[in-house]
């Protein structure tokens, strides 16, 4: 799957030393530290939430959940047969989690682009109705200019799409040059469960 100009804006944004998309309130956690010559990063983070089932569409094989300031999301349900065990009411579990990891390579040994997977996953037959989705991203882009007195870094990705972000630490700054590539990867996961045991 190709990724649109805007979606590689999004990511592209978030990307290199500078803010996670993580808000503080979220808990996000610095995971890697600069490594030798090759600084990268890695940031993590994921809520918990109790909700209710709103409403269970058999026709349309959804489950619109509720959260616990009236938020909803509707999700498409790939067994039918889950549908006929989940009531409006019912409790659930979600696990919303996101993680941004951010690797700089030398000029050469990576090529600009950009890609998307996507996974499901749900529960076998006669256990509790539950299930995950998952989206990576991955854009790879190139360092075209850098300011060391404004501390910021000038990245140009997919399609040209060209972006400038602040480094927090001025010191990582010295690990990179114009040329190295910068190799983006942001994860998203909703897991969600019913809470309670199936009869």
């Known amino acids: ?5 805007t ?31 090759v600084p990268g990063r890695g940031v993590v983070g994921a ?15 959804t489950v619109t959940l509720k959260g616990p300031k009236g938020n ?9 047969a889950k549908l006929d065990v989940i009531k409006v009411g019912d409790p659930v579990v979600a696990t919303y989690m996101e993680a941004v990891a951010i690797q700089i390579k030398k000029a050469g040994t990576a090529t600009p682009g950009s890609t998307t997977q996507e996974t499901r996953v ?14 990576e991203v991955t854009i790879t882009g190139t360092i075209t200019a850098i300011d060391k007195k404004a501390r910021t870094v000038t990245i140009k990705g997919p399609e040209a799409l060209s972006e400038i972000v602040k480094a927090k630490d001025p010191k990582d700054l010295e690990l990179v040059k114009v040329g190295d590539m910068v190799e983006i990867t942001y994860t998203q996961a909703l897991a969600v469960t019913l809470d309670k045991p199936t009869k």
């Open 47 to 61: 809520v918990t939430v109790r909700g209710t089932v709103a409403a269970v569409d058999k026709e349309k094989r």
């Open 122 to 135: 749900s529960s076998k037959p006669g256990e509790t109705p539950a299930g995950a989705i998952g989206r």
């Open 7 to 37: 979606s590689a804006a999004t990511v592209l944004g978030m990307i290199l030393l500078s803010q996670s998309p993580l808000s503080e309130a979220e808990g996000p956690r610095l995971m890697a530290q600069t490594s030798g010559a």
């Open 1 to 5: 799957m190709k990724m649109t100009a």
């Open 72 to 80: 909803t999301l509707t999700l498409d349900v790939k067994d039918p």
